[in-house]
């Protein structure tokens, strides 16, 4: 059934955040009334006057009225499906974002992407696509109530590399497109949930190498310093507005579907794309330099957690740390010539290495273990098998591996 044809699910209905609850209480009560028509016109009056002021009263009124006037069929409550979830991703064309997506999709979840440009992955192809730019307010609103979005996952960035050479872009897309999801969302009470994915970026240099929980937040990019204030108007809109926000801390992001976007850990993608060539790779950081990472599936996995639990196990209303390995350039080489003896590099240095250097070598994730059960499945070796039969189909990867 689709909505709009039933009154009691229709698209101007009033809605709270707690909707479904809410279709079955009006169901219920239309039902009764459906019985006997005549009960339903003497108490449509009074139940305006009672009910009229607040979202269920408005809801069931509504409904009530589409029966009397013909406005819409009641069907049986046991052939009224609950309205579902609707999946709102934003930056779906992303790294991130398309695996994401993909996983929703392969789910049975309803997903609508939301990007600049149109997914490339053909997976994608036939899903409902928003071409939207997430600074244009007017636009994420008319689209977050149009497409009827329950979840919103505001995963468009500009990344750490990018934004040290275009600062003012990095900081607006930032900046101006989470508040533009924040206030929405704050205004539709139809959007149950955002995400929006924070980094290990927001610790500064003088953090340490195990970066805490709460540990001194002092960055020093303009994307960490994006992501800093972002993870407090998650905090002022969650206690102001009553915005349910999830956040994570990401740290380095490797998967085998999309190119990198920019970032300072890049060098761990991109290198799998030069794995037989005839001249060495060049990484741009230090054979020594020690960054959290984690894999894709990880990355999907920790996002579908956070998002799934009960509000009351998300005790800490900023973003948490999650880790699941840390490596340097020598290490992740190492383990790629284990599958391509042959494969060889050279580190030449830029200044992505000034990025990194202010970076930790690893998080402390306890929070995100106790709170919601947090655990990393992808270890270094499994990862590297991964990605290099990815990149090399033909390739065998070695006995035991």
């Known amino acids: ?105 392969r789910s049975g979840e309803r997903v609508v992407l939301a990007d600049i440009k149109h997914p490339t992955l053909d997976a ?18 008319v689209e977050l109530k149009r497409q009827g979005a329950t979840h919103v996952h505001h995963l468009a960035a500009a990344l750490s590399a990018r934004g040290e050479k275009e600062p003012q872009w990095a900081w607006d897309l930032n900046m101006r497109g989470l508040l533009n999801v924040l206030e929405v ?86 290198v799998f794309d030069h794995l037989h060539g005839a001249e060495a790779y060049a990484c741009f950081l230090r054979e020594d330099t020690m960054l959290p990472m984690m894999h894709m599936q990880d990355a999907i996995g920790a996002m579908l957690q956070i998002t799934s639990v009960e509000v009351d196990r998300i005790r800490n209303k900023e973003a948490y740390n999650i880790q699941a390995m840390s490596f340097d350039p020598a290490t992740l080489f190492a383990e790629i010539r284990r599958h391509v003896p042959g494969f060889r590099a050279e580190f030449q240095p830029d200044f992505r290495q000034a990025i990194a250097d202010g970076w930790p070598d690893r998080l402390d994730d306890t929070a995100a273990r106790e709170d919601w059960d947090w655990s990393p499945t992808v270890a270094l070796p499994e990862l590297v098998a991964r990605m290099v039969a990815a990149k090399s189909p033909a390739l065998e990867a070695e006995p035991g591996l």
């Open 1 to 105: 059934m689709k909505r709009g044809l039933n009154p009691l699910f229709s698209d101007d209905a009033s809605r709270t955040r707690t909707s479904p609850g809410r279709s079955v209480l009006a169901v219920a009560v239309a039902s009764l009334l459906l019985a006997a028509p005549g009960l339903a016109a003497g108490v449509l009056p009074a139940g305006r006057g009672m009910l009229g002021d607040t979202g269920l009263g408005q809801f069931i009124i509504e409904g009530l009225e589409g029966i009397l006037h013909g406005a819409g069929k009641l069907h049986p409550p046991h052939l009224c499906p609950m309205p579902r979830d609707v999946h709102f991703i934003i930056g779906a064309s992303g790294q991130l974002g398309t695996e994401f997506a993909l996983e929703l999709h």
């Open 185 to 270: 969302a704050a205004e539709h009470r139809d959007i149950a949930q955002v995400f929006w994915p924070s980094s290990i970026a927001v610790f500064g240099p003088d953090n340490g190498p195990v970066a805490e929980q709460n540990g001194h937040r002092l960055p020093e990019t303009v994307y960490g310093i994006s992501k800093q204030a972002g993870e407090q108007w998650c905090a002022w809109f969650r206690k102001h507005h009553g915005v349910d926000t999830r956040s994570v801390r990401y740290p380095g992001l490797i998967g085998e579907l999309c190119p990198p976007g920019g970032g300072t850990t890049d060098y761990a993608v991109e």
């Open 124 to 141: 994608l192809r036939d899903l409902p696509f928003v071409c939207l730019d997430v600074r244009d307010r007017d636009v994420v609103a």
